[in-house]
């Protein structure tokens, strides 16, 4: 009897799916986001008769440059991509853990959607609408604002930040923005955001995280740290991993990730994506970990 194993008959069953996560640095956003849709090919994802929602982080009134909010040239880019693939209905929405009017004014959205001929919406102030979450984690039942469920695309824009609750603040987390009241969120909230994102997984057609200033220490008031990078890719679990690894920590760290791989939602398995563009171990950097989780994962979260 041979002890010799056919593993061509093996991989014959064997699938492997990848998913492609982009991650590209450089001095100019827009040429940045520019390469970055280029590499997971994001036109395939977005149709001309979408009614998208571009949805970016602005949970309090503070300028991009502190790392806390999304930069508007990253929302421009976004406004002249989806325009230039013909889509006409384009909303950027957001309902903030602040006074979410003021920030419009502090991070510069006015003039970008006012120049595009772009609907600004607060989504704090709009319709919401009870939404109940088939087979809950802990988040049965939700108000979602009228703007998010009527659109057929969200393009997801959050910050690179770590969390004092969650770890890490992405992706994910970043649709907290299109629900009423927030503070729903805050016990449990790992199998929340789970839940959270479970509603939108189907709406949620792209991810860009805006890396040209990160936060480390805390989500609002934390220190800023220069990266000078996008990452781009249309699986939010994928997406959210690998911003986490490019701030130094391990994924496998963060609960949310794992319950939302084995909820169906999307790859956190570094194993199973494909990093296209930067690779990783040259663009990290150590981002120092909220106060919460340092005696846990030290410093450095690894």
Do not use: Q
């Amino acid at each position: 009897m041979s002890d010799k194993v056919n593993f061509g008959s093996i991989l014959k069953y064997c699938v492997v799916i990848m998913v492609s996560v982009a991650v590209v640095k450089g001095e100019d956003p827009h040429e940045m986001l520019k390469k970055a849709l280029g590499l997971i090919g994001a036109e395939r994802l977005i149709s001309r008769d979408d009614t998208v929602l571009i949805k970016p982080n602005y949970v309090v009134a503070k300028h991009p440059s502190t790392g806390i909010t999304t930069d508007s040239r990253i929302i421009d880019g976004l406004i002249k991509f989806v325009k230039d693939l013909g889509v006409e209905n384009i909303i950027v929405g957001e309902g903030g853990a602040g006074d979410t009017e003021k920030a419009f004014d502090v991070v510069g959205i006015r003039e970008v959607v006012k120049r595009w001929g772009v609907k600004l919406v607060n989504l704090n102030n709009d319709n919401r609408i009870n939404v109940r979450v088939p087979h809950a984690l802990a988040l049965r039942e939700i108000g979602v604002a009228e703007t998010a469920l009527k659109s057929t695309c969200i393009i997801n824009v959050p910050k690179l930040k770590v969390h004092h609750m969650a770890l890490v603040t992405l992706c994910m987390k970043n649709l907290m923005g299109l629900i009423l009241p927030k503070s729903i969120m805050h016990d449990r909230i790992n199998e929340k955001i789970v839940d959270l994102a479970s509603i939108f997984k189907d709406k949620v057609k792209l991810n860009v995280v805006d890396g040209l200033v990160g936060a480390e220490e805390d989500e609002v008031h934390g220190s800023p740290v220069r990266m000078d990078l996008i990452i781009a890719g249309e699986d939010m679990v994928a997406v959210d991993s690998v911003a986490t690894a490019v701030m130094g920590i391990d994924p496998g760290k963060v609960k949310y990730l794992r319950l939302a791989e084995e909820r169906g939602l999307g790859i956190s398995n570094m194993d199973d994506i494909e990093v296209v563009g930067e690779d990783i171990e040259r663009v990290k950097r150590r981002f120092k970990l909220p106060l919460a989780f340092r005696n846990i994962l030290g410093m450095s979260g690894v």
